[in-house]
């Protein structure tokens, strides 16, 4: 193993094991306000009036008439309000903040608000609604031509559901107005800078009136990229009118119901398939955005570009559209719109596979992607593929082709088995060019006259080691121990602004200008002097443009890689599936850290194959969510898949430091595929199309199919 | 009225308030424990997780009458024994601990389990440590931690 | 103590119970949860009557403070016993929730009640007007409905010594732990000279109560394996016929599906 890659202990390890990190809800209260929000009870809705009870003194009723600059807040586009309009589009949307010191009494007070409401007719079927906030169309080739001449068309459509993230750490911000007349927001987040835009426009201040810090994070998994710039804006315009520091944590029921999942989705795909190839996609993909557009216009963009999967696919085209409903907006959730279409393409090829009479995987290896071929997008894949390699290690791992074979054959008992694998990438960093254009990172190194050197970057550390594995590449470079580097928690008005905490990018983009400060700031070192280096971001020569409009172009500039196989078992009598094993092998280029990374693997493997199995979420005829808690929203608990093993395949990316690329999104995004394949053999070779794959549903195929 | 007396981390205190208080809420807002992390409240998530005359409860569904004459321990307290060295080592050595949220309850469950098996075998440490939900590792590096802990640890349990 | 008392005796635990407005509190999983407005709880978690296992000629007593891991360790609570209430929730929740909880919670979820009735469990209640046995299937009286007097306590579950030696049992529920039941299922099975003596069969999650039907376990008894496998399809059918499922998060269709899978499955394990 490269020395970069060793483990060390984490630099957050003591404070967090021994409970002294101060999360945003361990903040002493004397002084501070507690926020509590008044929600629409309805999901559609003019707001007649509403009526607040007589507020003690100290108390307080923020509404969108306290907001100083614009009600909007800023994510992609401005369409979400601080504080509701004229009407609510979605059961819970924020009508007000109810602020004062004794949390009950706020409570009583925010639940005594009447909210006279003139009902409007929501939208909540995502087949039937009509207004679409994003409408994308590209491809590539014939593809009319393609399914004239095929021998045979595939038809099929695939639904995805909700996921939660359940962070164990709930959204909590806190603002605090400073003398001066500058207002300091800090919380649970991931995106110190987005936070700060976002308050500013709010606050009519500038940038220079608000700074924002991260507090120590319990978790984001993308439900903290866009949703604490709400949230912290709303305590922001709450603070400014009370004069007083608010607080707002929430409760998890809430958490669970009015913040920001993964957007379920519905996939039409139509394939063309001559002399056993695969000819053409034609592909439909639909997202539930829910109310707000939030980031919608992103996660429909990264699943688009990936629906094609990993395959060689000469004539493509899809259409891909994000819909209002009036449910909770959707937003960032780890894969960010890849693992729904994932899961369609592998499904679709399993499916075409088996009607061929071949097997899923030969048929998926005929059609692999390689170095040198072109991306969905008209790009390319500059570097090597390792995905057959990485089949060959998971089948060393597993046995899995034989595996395969033998549960193909015809079961009988209570329990039967199946196995299943799927494969994919991740592409590393923003979509096409948002990092050259949009985010321009900045990274700074700042020396102390002692010796010591502090990181300066605004990405926060939410559990995934950058806190760790910065200093990690800066003291490497420098040649210094490590505990002479540090990295503290992003404040936005002493570090610059190098991009947000998404997209997998942070090591690799960031990491990468870190390690060159490194080498200026070694070249420049002088002892016992107070020095300061700088880096910003420059876009690989080797890219070739990307044009959102057209989506042409390379939409990324390498991918991270995987190849993961399930192995379950059912229960006929009540149509539980016990996950035998998980297998995961995984590329993301060198391990800046052997245990960061194997971490990651391991933690977002488990919440693909909760995505995959046991995590369901739906809306009621009302509009309002139904599994809003730990007992109603179930994720793996440690004795759901003991059998979990992940590995490391490194295949290095020259323009990542020492080699590394992407890594936080990669191992969530393909369980849902291998589980699905492992579930349609153990079921008989039955042909399935949604996921969750509940014990529900498994055992309503039983009983349908006579099993 | 009387006050409810307990000890917390080994000082004797007496509580004025309302026995129906949750002992979670107390001891954050009271005691300034905060450790002892809100995740739930429903007995679902285990990040409250205390010891209560040395076995492992959910501070959120404890009302505080219930603690009246007990001895409750949180990370307050057990970082200052050498069982929780133990632990720290073992898990920094995986690095088990990544958003650090139920990592306090996650330790405390950890010594729950060993105080009363002092040589788990795997499908045990998974059974002891089965209501704390972790969202970040998987539970990989826990699990291993944990064993790390108890064979290292020899004779501390 | 305000808005609680804390009883160090079963007769105090009694003189409270009359004398208060309150709300018995054993573990608290349930409780702490529900976290109703305005309560004052009476703290029974240490009264000593209450926390005994003890056994007598003809019952396996076990006391209504007794916590789920505590009669897991314990040598004389009966094996079909151990392995449901093993099965709730996760080591905290088993070492704070106790048997009287589970009961007077009134949920037809409760892990320890689905076994009470399969094995004709019988409960004592106290009072200071005296004491009374009920079998736990009167104790229920519809949804959330108990036959506990307002000054009243259970006190004991009294489980048969013997006949719980053959059963079966299966929990469904969504995951490995922490899962709250969405089917349970027990079965006690005896047979005597080749006769069937005991067929009892409980459903756990599926209605207001747990649910289990003697008249139709009657069609089995004192038949032989043979005669009940001629009578399998009809007492299978009376079954089906009979269960009517509440409304739930998870399918009325899938749990009774479950049912009647593990039931069958039941009879076949003894040969029926």
């Known amino acids: ?707 | 009225m009387a006050d409810i007396r307990f000890t917390l981390n080994g000082k004797a205190t007496a509580y004025a308030g309302s026995a129906v208080d949750r002992l979670l809420d107390v001891l954050r807002d009271e005691y300034r424990c905060t450790s002892v992390k809100c995740g739930c409240k429903e007995g679902e998530c285990g990040a409250c997780s205390v010891l209560i005359d040395g076995v492992l409860y959910n501070s959120c569904c404890v009302a505080m009458g219930a603690v009246e004459g007990a001895s409750v321990v949180t990370m307050e307290g057990f970082r200052e024994t050498k069982r929780f060295a133990a632990l720290e080592k073992a898990f920094g050595e995986v690095s088990a601990v990544q958003c650090g949220f139920c990592i306090p309850g996650m330790v405390l469950a950890a010594e729950a389990l060993l105080s009363k098996n002092p040589h788990p075998t795997e499908d045990e440490i998974r059974e002891g440590l089965s209501g704390n939900l972790c969202r970040c590792t998987g539970y990989n590096a826990i699990v291993n931690a944990v064993n790390n802990a108890a064979k290292e640890g020899n004779g501390l349990w | 103590m305000v808005n609680g008392y804390v009883a160090a005796s079963l007769q105090e635990a009694l003189e409270l119970r009359a004398a208060h407005n309150v709300v018995p509190y054993a573990g608290g999983t349930d409780l702490m949860v529900e976290n109703r407005p305005g309560v004052a709880y009476l703290f029974l978690n240490k009264v000593p009557e209450l926390k005994r296992i003890t056994v007598d000629d003809e019952s396996i007593r076990i006391g209504a403070a007794v916590t789920f891991t505590e009669a897991i360790a314990s040598p004389d609570v009966p094996q079909l016993m151990k392995e449901a209430v093993s099965r709730i929730a996760a080591p905290a929740i088993r070492n704070a929730g106790t048997f009287g909880g589970n009961l007077g919670n009134g949920s037809a979820k409760a892990d320890s009640v689905l076994i009470e009735f399969v094995a004709d469990a019988k409960l004592r209640l106290v009072s200071l007007r005296g004491e009374r046995t009920v079998d736990v299937d009167k104790f229920y009286l519809g949804r959330k409905k108990l036959d506990l007097g307002n000054d009243e306590l259970i006190a004991e579950i009294l489980l048969p010594k013997q006949g719980l030696e053959q059963y079966y049992y299966e929990k469904v529920g969504g995951r490995n732990a922490l899962a709250i039941s969405r089917v349970s299922f027990a079965g006690v099975f005896a047979a005597e000279d080749g006769k069937i003596t005991n067929v009892a069969a409980a459903f756990g999650a599926v209605a207001d109560t747990v649910l289990r039907f003697k008249d139709i376990e009657a069609m089995l008894l004192g038949k032989t394996l043979d005669e009940a496998k001629a009578l399998k399809a009809d007492y299978l059918r009376a079954y089906a016929e009979r269960m009517v499922l509440t409304r739930g998060r998870v399918s009325a269709e899938y749990r009774k599906n479950v049912c009647m899978n593990l039931l069958g499955d039941f009879l076949t394990k003894f040969g029926v």
Not at chain 1, 526 to 547: A, C, H, S, T
Request: aromatic share 10%; glycine share 10%.
């Open chain 1, 1 to 707: 193993m490269e020395k970069i890659s060793q483990s060390v202990v984490k630099k957050d390890h003591a404070p967090k094991v021994s409970g002294r990190s101060v999360y945003v809800a361990d903040y002493p209260s004397e002084g501070v306000l507690c926020g509590k929000l008044l929600r629409a009870k309805v999901a559609r809705a003019k707001v007649l009036r509403v009526e607040v009870p007589e507020l003690p003194e100290g108390y307080f009723y923020v509404d969108a008439k306290d907001v100083p600059g614009d009600n909007n807040v800023n994510i992609v586009l401005d369409d979400t309000p601080v504080f509701c309009r004229e009407t609510v589009e979605y059961i819970g949307e924020p009508i007000a903040m109810l602020c004062g010191p004794d949390p009950k009494v706020v409570e009583r007070l925010r639940d005594a608000c009447k909210v006279e409401y003139e009902e409007l007719t929501p939208v909540l079927d995502l087949r039937a609604a009509t207004e679409q906030f994003f409408d994308y169309n590209f491809g590539h080739g014939d593809v009319d031509k393609a399914f004239a001449e095929a021998d045979k068309v595939y038809d099929e459509e695939f639904e995805t559901g909700y996921q939660e993230q359940a962070y164990l750490e709930t959204q909590g911000m806190m603002a605090e107005p400073e003398e001066g007349g500058r207002m300091f927001v800090h919380g649970s987040s991931q995106c110190a800078y987005y936070i700060h835009g976002a308050v500013a426009r709010v606050l009519g201040c500038g940038p220079s009136g608000v700074h924002v810090l991260q507090d120590v994070t319990g978790g984001g998994f993308g439900g903290k990229e866009a949703f604490p710039s709400i949230l912290g804006c709303q305590v922001a315009v709450a603070a400014r009118k009370c004069g007083k520091s608010v607080r707002c944590v929430f409760d998890r029921r809430e958490d669970m119901e009015y913040t920001s999942k993964r957007h379920p989705s519905l996939c039409r795909y139509r394939v063309a398939v001559k002399d056993g190839r695969v000819t053409a996609m034609d592909i439909d993909v639909i997202f539930n955005a829910g109310a707000y557009s939030t980031l919608s216009a992103v996660v429909l963009q990264r699943g688009i570009i990936a629906a094609p999967g990993i395959y060689n696919v000469p004539n493509v085209r899809v259409h891909g559209c994000a819909r209002k409903t009036n449910t909770s907006p959707c937003g960032a959730y780890r894969g960010f719109g890849a693992p729904q279409t994932f899961f369609a393409v592998e499904m679709i090829m399993d499916h075409i596979a088996r009607d061929l009479g071949v097997d899923s995987l030969a048929f998926k290896e005929a059609h692999l992607v390689k170095q040198g071929d072109t991306t969905s997008t008209c790009g390319k894949y500059h570097f090597p593929v390792p995905i057959p390699v990485m089949i060959d290690e998971i089948d060393k791992a597993c046995d899995y082709r034989a595996k395969r074979a033998a549960y193909a054959k015809p079961q009988t008992g209570r329990f039967r088995r199946g196995i299943g694998m799927s494969m994919y990438f991740h592409g590393a960093g923003f979509t096409g060019s948002g990092e050259r254009d949009l985010i321009k990172a900045v990274a700074k190194l700042r020396k102390y006259k002692d010796g010591t050197v502090e990181v300066l970057a605004s990405n926060g550390e939410i559990g995934q080691g950058v806190r760790t594995t910065f200093p990690k590449i800066v003291a490497h470079e420098l040649n210094i121990p490590l505990d002479k580097v540090y990295y503290s928690h992003p404040d936005t008005a002493r570090v610059p602004d190098s991009g947000p905490t998404v997209a997998s990018r942070s090591l690799m983009v960031v990491g990468e200008l870190l390690r060159r400060a490194a080498i200026k700031l070694r070249e420049q070192w002088v002892d016992g002097e107070e020095q300061e280096v700088e880096e910003r971001f420059k876009e690989p020569d080797f890219m070739i443009p990307f044009y959102i409009d057209k989506f042409e172009g390379d939409a990324y500039p390498t991918y991270a890689w995987a190849v993961n196989a399930i192995e379950l078992e059912i229960d006929t009598h009540t149509g539980l599936a016990k996950v035998l094993g998980a297998y995961g092998s995984f590329d993301v280029g060198t391990p800046i850290d052997y245990n960061v990374v194997l971490g990651q693997m391991e933690g977002g493997f488990l919440q693909g194959i909760g995505y995959a199995s046991i995590e369901k979420m739906d809306y009621d005829a009302k509009g309002r969510i139904r599994n809003n808690s730990f007992s109603d929203y179930l994720i793996p608990t440690a004795k759901d898949v003991p059998n979990l093993k992940c590995m490391l395949h490194v295949e290095k990316y020259p323009d990542g430091p020492y080699g590394a690329k992407g890594a936080g999104e990669l191992p969530l995004v393909g369980a849902p595929g291998a589980y699905l394949e492992a579930m349609e053999q153990a079921l008989g070779g039955v042909t399935l199309n949604h996921a969750p794959f509940t014990a529900e549903d498994t055992l309503a195929v039983i009983t349908k199919e006579g099993i």
